[in-house]
């Protein structure tokens, strides 16, 4: 059974401005999180977009259709995934389930991760935790990665491989680390999506946030994640504000971003890729 998992970018997801099918949230690349989701079965062809996560229960509903078929969004009509059964003609339209998730906006990375990680039911270690290492949920650890001392962990976590975690760091909520990333001393990491190669080496605090590849902390910066009124977050797109729906709501960070020293930042705000900031900057607008 061929399975197509199509390419995409989404200009709305920016400044995460990869191509969706290869971003990793709880571990996983999307592709892998898409496919995994389907049973196999006979010849038939299936075609996912990546911006599109599809149920376990729809994935098994288009493996058993007897009929050629498009998912296709009732609100602005994309092909969301399509089955071609060899012989078959005629097409019939089928609606996503509730169970399934369209990614439009970077918060919609977030809430999956969030998911994702939340369902976690047991360790998988295949890295070193060193003695006096607390882990009070469940976690997954990547090959040559290393927990050392110190390093308090509340809730479920995914840890990349070649990462060194601590000491003396803390991680909570549902938080996913990518492969070869830093998170040292005195960090505190809460409910975030973290890419590759990212360093947040001293004394920083990122929470409710997405940080892409290749990110470098400098020390003491911290994303702050709540408004002051209790209100939800809104996020500028075309000159327009949209809720976020999330009373916590901290940054997102493109690839390659460079923070200086004691940089602070606005919760609801983004830095583009390649940026940077000067030490001690407070980021009060995206840039």
């Not at 999307?30 to 196999?40: C, T």
């Not at 990547?142 to 050392?148: C, F, K, Q, T």
């Not at 803390?170 to 938080?175: E, I, K, P």
């Not at 797109?237 to 930042?265: C, P, S, W, Y």
């Amino acid at each position: 059974m061929p399975i197509t998992i199509e390419p995409i970018r989404i200009a709305s997801l920016h400044p995460v401005n990869c191509e969706l099918s290869a971003f990793k949230i709880a571990g996983k690349t999307i592709a892998d999180l898409i496919v995994k989701r389907i049973p196999v079965c006979d010849d038939r062809e299936i075609t996912v977009r990546a911006d599109f996560i599809i149920s376990a229960d729809l994935a098994y509903k288009l493996t058993q259709t007897m009929s050629n078929c498009i998912v296709r969004d009732p609100v602005d009509h994309a092909e969301l995934a399509t089955v071609a059964i060899p012989g078959k003609t005629g097409v019939t339209d089928i609606c996503p389930d509730a169970a399934s998730k369209r990614i439009r906006h970077p918060w919609d990375l977030l809430a999956i991760n969030e998911q994702l990680v939340g369902e976690i039911k047991y360790n998988d270690i295949r890295g070193v935790v060193r003695p006096n290492v607390t882990i009070d949920g469940f976690v997954n650890l990547g090959e040559n990665s290393v927990i050392l001392p110190g390093v308090y962990i509340e809730g479920n976590v995914v840890i990349g491989k070649n990462c060194k975690i601590g000491p003396n760091c803390y991680l909570r909520g549902a938080t996913s680390i990518g492969d070869g990333c830093h998170i040292g001393q005195a960090v505190e990491i809460k409910n975030s999506l973290l890419g590759d190669k990212v360093s947040i080496g001293h004394l920083s605090y990122a929470g409710d946030s997405v940080i892409c590849n290749r990110v470098n902390f400098g020390a003491g910066t911290i994303i702050s994640n709540l408004r002051h009124d209790g209100k939800n977050h809104s996020w500028l797109l075309d000159r327009q504000l949209l809720d976020t729906g999330r009373r916590k709501f901290g940054a997102i960070i493109g690839e390659n971003v460079h923070t200086g020293i004691h940089t602070a930042i606005y919760p609801g705000r983004s830095l583009s890729e390649n940026s940077s900031t000067l030490p001690g900057e407070v980021v009060s607008h995206s840039k």
